[in-house]
């Protein structure tokens, strides 16, 4: 397959996932108006000069849609590359040293016995200052163990190997073997991972940010516009499903999209 139709195939499955980033991150400069801008009454219905209508307290939910996304998306992107890259050496680490990779293996399955929604809520509730790097630190800690057994079995087999045998022969330091060896031939792993820690992240950031936990990401985001304003959402609806949207077409179309990447990279 050539690279430009290997390209062509890409596009239908990043597009969406590259226009929700570029609202995101551009949003705020393109917002017509301040977060809290009043353009009616409370829950006005759409119309001219607001395109979704009003929330709760008559702000422009267009505004704040475009504001809303920065933040979860810088969590839950730093929050999936740490698990990702964390959980990869970890893995590979059991896969070359397989009594290390036992003690590593207990501790992801005692690791996994706490559902990281709870850990983030016991957390968050006992450190309320800890803010974003808290919401951080305890999702990577909650997110890597299951991760890094996914890790320890793709790498079991590339570890069994030739060329990974014959490094080890040449006595090559262990660093050498995961970094230069094993997790280049990992790569649809990795990424396969990283979509899904992606999706995992944004729900844990979503939900913590629908709690108010931490306080820090602020009052315009899409989790807490769907909370403050689910009250009203049959008066304008438009206020609770854009948001809500705007979360479930990130995680997924992200996913996606480098789902996508990986496997046009591998049949390039």
Not at 169 to 186: D, I, M, Q, T
Not at 201 to 208: K, N, R
Request: hydrophobic share 55%; glycine share 10%.
């Amino acid at each position: 397959m050539t690279t430009a139709t290997s390209s062509r195939r890409l596009w239908p499955a990043v597009l969406p996932a590259l226009v929700i980033v570029v609202i995101a991150i551009a949003g705020p400069a393109l917002a017509p108006h301040s977060v809290d801008h009043a353009v009616g009454i409370s829950f006005q219905a759409p119309g001219d000069g607001a395109w979704l209508g009003g929330d709760r307290l008559g702000r422009d939910v267009w505004s704040q849609l475009l504001h809303g996304g920065w933040g979860l998306l810088l969590l839950a992107a730093v929050i999936a590359g740490l698990v990702t890259g964390l959980a990869a050496v970890l893995g590979s680490l059991a896969a070359l040293r397989p009594r290390t990779g036992a003690w590593i293996e207990r501790a992801a399955d005692l690791g996994m016995l706490l559902p990281p929604v709870l850990a983030i809520l016991l957390f968050m509730l006992s450190w309320p200052e800890s803010g974003a790097a808290g919401l951080v630190a305890i999702s990577v800690i909650a997110g890597t163990p299951y991760s890094a057994r996914v890790f320890a079995a793709a790498a079991s087999g590339v570890a069994r190997s030739g060329f990974i045998e014959a490094a080890q022969a040449r006595g090559e330091r262990l660093s050498y073997l995961v970094f230069r060896e094993l997790l280049p031939n990992l790569r649809e792993t990795l990424l396969t991972q990283l979509g899904l820690r992606f999706v995992e992240a944004m729900y844990l950031v979503s939900t913590a940010a629908f709690l108010q936990l931490p306080t820090t990401l602020g009052a315009a985001n899409w989790a807490v516009m769907v909370r403050e304003n689910a009250s009203g959402i049959l008066l304008n609806p438009a206020a609770v499903l854009a948001p809500s949207l705007a979360i479930g077409v990130l995680a997924v179309g992200v996913n996606t999209a480098v789902v996508a990447f990986g496997k046009g990279r591998r049949n390039a």
